[in-house]
């Protein structure tokens, strides 16, 4: 990717990115190439990259802890190790044996969770356990990285030996000291070491009285270092045994560094791998600290920043303490794919310079593999070249004056800029004459649109306001001004230029009224109707933006209560239904009970001999019609009228769908982005698109799955088990399990249900807990007895 120029990284505010997430860093591997880091131009490598980091992201912030520790840099070890007969020091092997078992469990923790983290996964399929290597090291080495005593045999022999002898020492050592010191030869001092060898304190003038041999004398030269004859022999012969101790650990290392040197190149992959894993969980953790979105990556041209916040000032913020940060307002922004040029006006402070930073510093950190501080539907385009023109770049070595440097910058801009360059132009025609300044600056403007490049400029110069109003393919914009306060409140405006408020501004600051007049005169009553102009429509848009907020609360406000509506509608619906169903019922039983008295009425006639064939046919058939009416209407009261279901393809405009918030069904109208608008109850809905789901009239489906009364007296439930087991599940199928199992059971009408989800660590019982919260047909649930389960088992007890 081409950058230009050179010091465009630390001007966007990258360098200071950069630095954020070296922090985070574990290992020299991962330092190293975040140091070198640069956007890419490749889609692919993006999308890769970014997905990576989403991936990421979300392990950090919703699973166990990841195994990502003990990153040795060992690689300068690993080259020393070729020499066939180089011995390396201990602790690199507990390095190394570190270093592996890392790998291990990165490899194992990704390959168990490859549905949730697929393009993590694919990087740890890189990583090479080496269990042999693992246990090799493990067998020779302590906790601390020390030899062990049975690293072989004939190690733990001389170490045995060796402590022995030691132990002999001290007897024979403690012994003497007793002996020198009830004589009162020997000075306050306990038996030491020097040169090795275990001695005696004794006093200077006693020298020559106790057998042995001097190896120190103390500075005031009062006391001598004196190994006693008697401790002689057992020295020599500890230091013999040391000598062969030594010889038998350079042996054991030797045999291990050629070892290591057999798994040389899978080590240092393992820490090429890590080294990536790092550099990923560094970004990821950057970006969960600044609240960031991955942004979507734009096929086209089109560029939209959704209450984008610019990272450089909330990473200041941070190091703040709460009382000093200061208030930073996000950014919106957006341009089509045939609006390539924005030309952003307003007044000096008022916020330009930070959008501009703002759009290019989360254009890099994208290309980058970042996320962005913005909203998840952000999305922005990808850039092959960026040109930013910004600041003082002034030149004593060259001889280069500001406007100078500028000049070259527009060379080199035009030379390389095309389709895929995104140009950013701070103040631009400053530092040269206005009219001449604004003449040269459009020039270039008109030919990188002519290019198709991405150009953001800002400006005081009304001539390219002009121009922007003018050109087909660019856009005015500016950052608004508070026209009662006369202070920026550093919002981004699309579509309206900005004035740059210089006299009113010095109004509020005082300045001579005289002057001021006098200004304006110079300033041409042109000039100044235009100014004005800009400033009524500026402050037209701020109040036709308050009516707009107004409207938007209202507008809300009236779903709640329209919400409010339909739930209470619902709800009477439901208890009208609920009455009509009892009372039918009520009747069915009455008139079983009616036709069982006529049956016995008719008995008794025939008995007397007072039967009337007309008049028992004509009951009997009006007891049916009856029933037969009772039976229809609770039918059709158990039926509730169209019934749906949820189908799984996606919604188009015309099809039956269900609002997942608010379980109302209704017609789709349109389809706008990612907005929908939804006809249901004659009203005409607004709401996202995600938040539609198609369902079809549940009697198209040959297995219906609605209950149904059985008139004759039977089942009105469909068969529910009294008990599921979920135990030993991942959490997101065991929810979904449960999630059925429970519409299962409400449909079915069960009072009570039981929940196996085991004991373990909880986590379980934790996700089924929260999900039963947020179910209204839910009355209350409980850990069910011992003798059922006990805190294994939930039990679930429905309204």
């Known amino acids: 990717m081409h950058l230009f120029p050179d010091q465009l990284t630390d001007k966007i505010g990258f360098e200071t990115i950069r630095a954020a997430t070296l922090k985070h860093a574990r290992s020299e591997m991962a330092r190293e190439q975040l140091a070198s880091m640069m956007p890419h131009s490749d889609r692919q490598v993006i999308q890769r990259r970014l997905q990576q980091t989403k991936e990421m992201m979300d392990l950090l912030l919703n699973d166990t802890a990841f195994p990502l520790n003990n990153l040795h840099d060992v690689r300068d070890q690993l080259k020393k190790a070729r020499a066939e007969n180089r011995i390396l020091p201990l602790p690199v092997f507990l390095e190394i044996l570190e270093v592996s078992i890392t790998a291990r469990r990165i490899k194992a923790y990704l390959d168990d969770r490859v549905e949730d983290y697929p393009e993590l996964q694919k990087i740890s399929i890189g990583l090479i356990p080496l269990k042999e290597l693992e246990e090799t090291l493990k067998g020779v080495l302590t906790d601390n990285g020390e030899l062990r005593n049975d690293a072989s045999r004939e190690l733990q022999s001389i170490r045995k030996r060796l402590n022995n002898k030691r132990n002999d020492l001290r007897t024979t050592i403690n012994r003497v000291m007793s002996r020198v010191s009830k004589q009162g030869r ?20 006693y020298k020559r009285k106790v057998k042995g041999f001097i190896h120190d004398v103390s500075s005031s030269g009062q006391t001598v270092y004196l190994e006693p004859v008697e401790a002689l022999n057992i020295n020599n012969e500890i230091r013999q045994l040391e000598s062969e101790e030594q010889r038998e650990i350079e042996r054991i290392l030797r045999e291990l560094t050629g070892e290591i040197r057999s798994h040389r190149s899978s080590i240092h992959q393992n820490l090429e791998v890590l080294g990536t894993i790092d ?26 920043l959704k209450e984008t916040y610019n990272p450089q000032l909330l990473l200041k913020n941070k190091e703040l303490s709460e009382g000093q940060q200061e208030k930073v307002v996000p950014l919106d922004m957006e341009l089509s794919e045939e609006e390539r040029c ?13 959008a501009l930073k703002t759009l290019g510093l989360c254009s890099i950190m994208m290309q980058s593999g970042f996320a962005i501080p913005a909203r998840d539907s952000s999305e922005l385009p990808v850039f ?22 500028r000049l070259e910058w527009m060379k080199h801009t035009i030379a390389h800029a095309d389709e895929h360059s995104l140009v950013l132009i701070d103040e631009a025609a400053a530092g040269t004459d206005p009219e001449e300044g604004g003449a040269l600056f459009q020039a270039l403007i008109e030919i990188l649109i002519e290019r198709r490049a991405k150009v953001i400029v800002t400006t005081h110069h009304g001539s390219l306001k002009v121009f ?12 608004e001004f508070d026209q009662e306060t006369l202070s920026p409140t550093y919002r981004f405006k699309k579509g309206v230029p900005g004035s740059s408020y210089a006299f009113e501004i010095a109004e ?17 009553e042109g000039k100044r109707d235009m100014e004005t102009l800009i400033a009524e429509l500026e402050a037209k848009t701020q109040e036709a933006d308050q009516l707009k907020k107004k409207y938007d609360s209202l507008k809300a406000d009236t779903e709640k209560e329209r919400h409010r509506y339909e739930e209470k509608r619902s709800a009477i619906e439901k208890e009208k239904k609920e009455i009509r169903e009892k009372a039918l019922n009520e009747a069915k039983s009455i008139m079983d009970s009616a036709n069982q008295k006529i049956e016995q009425a008719v008995e008794k006639i025939v008995q007397r001999g007072q039967k009337d064939d007309e008049t028992i046919r004509q009951a009997r ?4 019609d009856f029933k037969q009416r009772v039976a229809s209407e609770l039918e059709e009261v158990e039926g509730g009228g169209p019934d749906y279901e949820d189908a799984s393809e996606r919604p188009q405009v015309g099809d039956k769908v269900r609002l997942q918030d608010a379980q109302t069904t209704g017609e789709l109208k349109e389809i706008n982005g990612n907005n929908a608008v939804v006809s249901a109850g004659g009203l005409r809905l607004k ?64 009072n009570e249900v039981q929940i196996i989800h085991g004991k373990g660590e909880g986590i379980l019982k934790g996700l089924v807990h929260e999900y039963l919260d947020k179910r209204k047909e839910v009355k209350s649930y409980r850990m069910a007895p011992i003798q059922q389960g006990g805190a294994g088992c939930t039990v679930v007890e429905f309204k």
């Open 468 to 479: 922007a109003h003018d050109h087909e393919y660019t856009v005015n914009g500016s950052m």
């Open 384 to 405: 092959s070249n960026i040109f930013v023109d910004m600041g003082d770049d002034q030149s004593i070595e060259n001889d280069l004056s500001t406007f100078s440097s």
């Open 186 to 205: 020997a000075s306050d001092e306990g038996p030491t070491i020097r040169n090795g060898r275990m001695v005696i304190p004794v006093l200077a003038e």
């Open 508 to 524: 509020r600051m005082q300045l001579q009224q005289s002057l001021l007049q006098k200004a304006r005169t110079l300033l041409g």
């Open 687 to 750: 709401t996202k698109y995600k938040n539609l789901i198609k369902v079809q009239d549940a009697s198209q489906k040959k297995a219906k799955q609605r209950i149904k009364v059985n008139i004759e007296g039977g089942s009105r439930y469909k068969v529910v088990q009294p008990q599921i087991e979920i135990r030993g599940m991942r959490g997101r199928p065991a929810m979904k399990k449960v999630e059925r199992y429970i519409d299962d059971a409400v449909a079915a009408g069960r």
């Open 279 to 304: 550099v990923i969980a560094s970004k990821a953790q950057l970006s969960n600290n600044l609240d960031s979105f991955v942004p979507v990556v734009s096929e086209t041209n089109h560029l939209y």
């Open 342 to 354: 924005l030309m952003i006006t307003g007044p000096n402070a008022g916020g330009k310079s930070v």
């Open 621 to 624: 058939e009006e007891v049916k």
